[in-house]
């Protein structure tokens, strides 16, 4: 396994250089990448909105909007046709999801269903018309009564048809407003996604995609005085809206419709050359220009209003008629209001409402920061992990520090090439994959000693280290990247980031240790000769170790479980930390614009605002302020104006460097999708497990992770740290890494039960993890100091994720010894029942090198 062909040793260092050359890009300047040629790669890793600042917005649409329009249409067409055809009926309605009509004469039915048959004709739907649906049923509970329901796959294809539409409009306005490499795009059956990164105006991109913009030209009815229709009802086919103004003027307005916004071709934001006032002029299409004209002709001295969502925007007078399609709307606009009205009406209506579900905005001053955090952390981590390994193992030591490089070389290069999005809690998956890169190394150095102690040669050690410690790797890595895929197949957002960045770290950790390591050994071999194995200066975990850990196996089971009992009742009694991910409200993080900021100000002046549960406290510095809001009663628009409202309270005294808003809808499908999350984890790691091993070993391993699991969470409630959608990370994370632990511990179990087949089961377990003790103990050992670093200069953002990620892979340590391998002789695992008709290994095996 020591032998590399020329072809194998230039394919291994071509793969790396590859790596390289796509990780380059991000040490140079977009500036510079743009002078280079353009056949050399200068695809850079896109920037999360935690780092770069933008916002990411979850926009709904509204179904019961779609409902409520598509009944109306029904019931327009029922009176349409049926007045056409000349058939007398009565009672026409329309409630929930059903319109009705009674025919008044019953010879009429059969005329009336004929002139009707087209609201019950299917409608193509689907790629060119392949399938299609049936948006209304009929049916005649009585005679003479006939009622249309709409069908849940007709709502269905109006729901995705206004979504696309939607998605159409909402790219458009979000285009105008000149932003950069804006993501848009589907989620779900009725949700659309919108992230622009670095906005610097988050409000003005929610005001703008918070408007339907449907623009329509109506008259108004001066008949009777508009304070009677108020006091009153209104005159039939007339409606009291009321205008933009403070305080709102009400008009008495015409159903009817003259000319709407679809009739537009263009829309500008000018001023007006007599008052000099922002103005938004506009121009119709020919059938628009035509009806404008004949609408204005025949109505000169009356009021025409301009109405867009239901608002009068102004309602001037026809002095003459205006027949050349142009013309201009006015009304104590801003040179902005006016501009983004003119970008709505070009962008044209959205044919449902959008609610925004969720929010979550970041300032480009906190994005540089995170950045810079992320950096300094990354930078001590991997200084702290390469020092712990030249004094752990010398010049190997020195040879893993390359492979390591060589690593996250390829993950930043692997990033880049992807284009995959690196967040704040990315660059936490980077500085995690320092510190469990290494394990597969001190795997194989651990094995390489422990052959040599049996006498082998130098080379002989290198050989039989590398290949058995491959299944053991391999099964290892697998675990992690199952939690991986599940965080990321589940997850959202930075979630989905770390899972991105942890699995890709695990697929070149396994290429780096397995052929890079491998190669850099066999040269050293071959240039050096050494006779002996170089050891660090620093001996951490003494050689042949026989503590006693199977005689403390009943201390530590009831120290677990009376732990894991009263985690559980804290847990049932004590009101878990949980954040807006899980309960909703908003998160919104502020820096005094000068001197300190004031708590107990911040708070009262909130206080009055009426919001509910407000939490304000010192983040980071004195300087900066975290401000909790809870759920708000109304949904999901009520969060929205209670953000509006804290934003017009201290927008003067501070800056606005985070926001998040998750409103009910999300909150419980967060939640959800947390705990399935975790489940599915566990058990798609049981059945990896239980195809390699005996179940015994799967439900152990289970059984020990899940206890781990209990622990992260009740380390959660005792501490008072806030749980998030981060936090989930931070339990797969905890999955994925006891679960290798433990099967590195169960691996060796295995081999050892088919060399030992008359040892006691517990001297077995003992000698196993007495065995693994080094690696164990050290991979724990350069995990955390990458977590610590992590903790120390990454920032308050992702504080309580790395402290859960510390305690976890301490716990986690913990189970692998006293609570995963005393499992096995509680299940009573015997030696009998694992190698049967397998070869005994011997211990004096000689083993010689193969070609690779």
């Known amino acids: 396994m020591l032998y590399f062909t020329r072809w194998k040793t230039i394919l291994i260092w071509l793969t790396v250089l590859v790596g390289v050359v796509l990780a380059a890009p991000n040490l140079v300047s977009p500036s510079t990448l743009a002078s280079l040629p353009d056949w050399l790669p200068k695809r850079q890793m896109t920037l999360g909105l935690d780092l770069q600042g933008g916002s990411h917005i979850l926009l709904q649409i509204e179904k019961d909007d779609l409902i409520k329009e598509r009944l109306e249409t029904t019931r327009d067409d029922i009176r349409r046709l049926l007045r056409d055809e000349r058939i007398g009926y009565t009672g026409l309605s329309g409630t929930n999801r059903t319109v009705q009509v009674r025919i008044r004469d019953a010879g009429d039915m059969e005329r009336a269903k004929e002139a009707l048959s087209q609201l019950i004709e299917p409608v193509s739907a689907g790629i060119l018309g392949a399938t299609t649906v049936s948006e209304l049923t009929l049916d005649e509970p009585e005679p003479g009564l006939m009622r249309y329901t709409l069908t849940d796959e007709g709502i269905d294809y109006r729901v995705s048809a206004a979504l696309s539409q939607s998605i159409e409009v909402v790219s458009r306005r979000v285009n105008e407003l000149g932003t950069t490499e804006p993501i848009i795009q589907r989620q779900g059956s009725d949700r659309i996604l919108v992230q622009v990164p670095g906005l610097g105006d988050p409000e003005r991109l929610k005001d703008i995609l918070g408007q339907t913009a449907k623009l329509t030209f109506r008259m108004v009815d001066q008949s009777v005085p508009v304070q009677e229709a108020i006091e009153g009802r209104p005159p039939a086919g007339t409606s009291v809206l009321y205008s933009t103004d403070d305080p709102p003027v009400p008009y008495l307005i015409e159903n009817r419709v003259i000319v709407s916004g679809e009739n537009l071709v263009d829309a500008q934001a000018t001023f007006d050359q007599r008052t000099n006032e922002p103005v938004v002029s506009f121009r119709f299409d020919t059938r628009g220009a035509t009806r404008f004209g004949q609408a204005t002709q025949e109505n000169v001295g009356r009021l025409f209003a301009i109405i867009l969502d239901d608002q009068v925007i102004s309602a001037p007078q026809i002095r003459e008629p205006i027949l050349g399609g142009t013309g201009q709307i006015s009304g104590n606009f801003t040179v902005q209001s006016a501009n983004d009205l003119a970008v709505l009406l070009r962008a044209g209506a959205l044919p449902a409402t959008l609610t925004i579900i969720e929010e979550r905005t970041v300032g480009p001053s906190l994005g540089a920061d995170s950045i810079e955090a992320g950096k300094i952390a990354a930078i001590i981590a991997g200084m702290l992990v390469v020092v712990f390994m030249v004094l752990a193992y010398g010049k190997i030591g020195i040879i893993a520090n390359i492979a390591l490089i060589a690593n996250l070389t390829m993950i930043v290069g692997v990033l880049s090439?992807?284009?995959?999005?690196?967040?704040?809690?990315?660059?936490?998956?980077?500085?995690?994959?320092?510190?469990?890169?290494?394990?597969?190394?001190?795997?194989?150095?651990?094995?390489?000693?422990?052959?040599?102690?049996?006498?082998?040669?130098?080379?002989q050690a290198l050989d039989a280290g590398f290949r058995h410690a491959v299944s053991t790797i391999v099964d290892a890595n697998v675990t992690t990247f199952i939690a991986a895929a599940i965080m990321f197949y589940l997850g959202s957002g930075p979630v989905r980031g770390f899972a991105v960045t942890l699995a890709i770290g695990i697929v070149t950790t396994v290429f780096t240790a397995f052929v890079v390591t491998r190669w850099l050994i066999a040269f050293w071999v071959r240039r050096a000769r050494p006779t002996e194995l170089p050891r660090g200066p620093v001996k951490f975990v003494p050689d042949d170790t026989k503590v006693p850990f199977m005689s403390v196996r009943k201390f530590a089971f009831t120290l677990s479980a009376l732990a894991s009992i009263a985690t559980v009742v804290l847990f049932m009694t004590v009101n878990m930390n949980l954040g807006i991910d899980f309960r909703g409200g908003s998160i919104v993080e502020v820096q005094a614009k000068s001197g300190n900021a004031d708590i107990a100000d911040v708070r009262g002046r909130l206080t009055d605002l009426n919001l509910g549960e407000v939490q304000v406290q010192e983040f980071g510095s004195p300087r900066e302020l975290l401000i909790r809001i809870g759920t708000q009663e109304g949904g999901d628009n009520a969060e929205q104006s209670a953000l509006t409202n804290v934003q017009d309270e201290l927008a003067a005294d501070y800056e606005f460097r985070r926001v998040e808003v998750v409103g009910p809808t999300i909150s419980a499908e967060l939640a959800r999708a947390g705990t399935i999350a975790v489940i599915v984890s566990l058990f798609a790691m049981l059945v990896y497990i239980w195809l390699r091993f005996e179940w015994q070993f799967a439900v152990g391993?289970?059984?020990?992770?899940?206890?781990?699991?209990?622990?992260?969470?009740?380390?959660?409630?005792?501490?008072?740290?806030?749980?998030?959608?981060?936090?989930?990370?931070?339990?797969?994370?905890?999955?994925?890494?006891?679960?290798?632990?433990?099967?590195?511990?169960?691996?060796?179990?295995?081999?050892?039960?088919?060399?030992?087949?008359?040892?006691?089961?517990?001297?077995?377990?003992?000698?196993?993890?007495?065995?693994?003790?080094?690696?164990?103990?050290?991979?724990?050992?350069?995990?955390?100091?990458?977590?610590?670093?992590?903790?120390?200069?990454?920032?308050?953002?992702?504080?309580?994720?790395?402290?859960?990620?510390?305690?976890?892979?301490?716990?986690?340590?913990?189970?692998?010894?006293?609570?995963?391998?005393?499992?096995?002789?509680?299940?009573?695992?015997?030696?009998?029942?694992?190698?049967?008709?397998?070869?005994?290994?011997?211990?004096?095996?000689?083993?010689?090198?193969?070609?690779?």
């Open 701 to 852: 391993a289970i059984v020990a992770t899940l206890h781990d699991v209990i622990m992260v969470i009740g380390f959660y409630v005792v501490m008072g740290l806030e749980f998030n959608l981060t936090s989930i990370a931070a339990v797969l994370t905890v999955v994925g890494y006891s679960i290798n632990d433990t099967v590195v511990v169960y691996d060796r179990i295995r081999e050892n039960l088919r060399r030992f087949k008359k040892m006691p089961l517990d001297e077995l377990i003992n000698l196993t993890i007495n065995q693994t003790l080094s690696r164990t103990t050290m991979t724990a050992g350069t995990t955390l100091l990458a977590l610590l670093a992590l903790y120390l200069f990454g920032g308050e953002v992702i504080s309580s994720f790395t402290q859960a990620m510390i305690f976890g892979v301490i716990i986690g340590t913990y189970s692998s010894i006293f609570v995963a391998g005393p499992l096995l002789i509680l299940f009573k695992l015997r030696p009998q029942a694992v190698g049967q008709g397998q070869a005994k290994v011997a211990e004096d095996s000689s083993i010689t090198p193969t070609k690779a």
């Open 417 to 459: 090439f992807l284009g995959a999005t690196l967040t704040l809690p990315g660059i936490a998956g980077i500085v995690l994959t320092m510190g469990m890169a290494v394990d597969s190394n001190i795997i194989i150095f651990e094995r390489v000693r422990e052959e040599r102690a049996q006498g082998r040669s130098v080379i």
